[in-house]
């Protein structure tokens, strides 16, 4: 199993729609979850933080984790154009110094 | 002001030559970072340093080093570059521990 797993996409909501993007980890120990999205050409920029069970919002975004199942999903409300982008999950992993892990990233496309 | 500062943005180099890269942040962070992103945009890491010290070494050839003359700046060097080493490499840095990584503009590498 890889240590942080997503779907590859390409993921694909018409505008206003809710974007539900989902993660993985191998590391039952981990603490710490982030989502980042990657525009092309561009680099990472973190979007939420989440480090206990349940759900985090902030504006649009929605973060959840189920550390039983080992799970971190993203849901984006009223989706936009502008979130088209790639969705990175990173994952520390505690048996390793607290290294932090990335998911291969989703791609979305928001419709207009 | 920017945070996380690499340059060049583009090198353009042959094969079997040597090259480095800069990074420099001026965030106060203790921890930084490469990241190596190929044409599937999986990202990578390669080095971390704290304080100096390397803590982090992924299965990545000897012919690239990081060097870290103070804690704001970690260069990595690249010693006879080879075609696989085509890609987008990233600097970034964080506080100590699993915290919010913050990205620079990223150095895309062509080796021809």
């Known amino acids: 199993q890889k240590e942080v797993e997503q779907n590859s996409g390409p993921l694909s909501v018409p505008e206003g729609a809710i974007a539900s993007l989902n993660c993985t980890y191998s590391?039952?120990?981990?603490?710490?979850f982030f989502w980042y999205r990657q525009y092309s050409g561009k680099s990472p920029e973190l979007i939420m933080s989440?480090?206990?069970?349940g759900d985090k919002e902030d504006g649009r975004f929605t973060a959840q984790l189920n550390k039983a199942s080992q799970y971190v999903s993203l849901l984006i409300r009223d989706s936009q154009p502008s979130d088209s982008a790639t969705y990175l999950c990173?994952?520390?992993?505690?048996?390793?110094?607290?290294?932090?892990?990335f998911g291969a990233g989703t791609r979305l496309t928001v419709k207009p | 002001d920017t945070a996380v500062s690499q340059t060049p943005k583009y090198l353009v180099t042959q094969m079997g030559n040597d090259k480095s890269i800069k990074c420099e942040q001026n965030?106060?962070?203790?921890?930084m970072y490469w990241y190596k992103q190929d044409s599937k945009k999986f990202l990578k890491i390669m080095f971390s340093?704290?304080?100096?010290?390397?803590?982090i070494n992924e299965t990545v050839p000897n012919r690239f080093s990081p060097k870290s003359p103070d804690k704001a700046h970690l260069n990595l060097h690249i010693n006879s570059l080879e075609l696989g080493d085509s890609a987008v490499y990233f600097c970034?840095?964080?506080?100590?521990?699993?915290?919010?990584?913050?990205f620079g503009p990223g150095t895309r590498l062509t080796v021809l």
């Open positions: 965030l106060g962070h203790d921890t």
């Open positions: 970034a840095s964080s506080q100590e521990g699993p915290s919010t990584q913050y």
């Open positions: 590391d039952r120990g981990s603490q710490s």
């Open positions: 990173a994952v520390n992993l505690v048996h390793n110094n607290n290294d932090m892990r």
């Open positions: 340093y704290n304080n100096k010290e390397l803590i």
């Open positions: 989440i480090y206990s069970n």
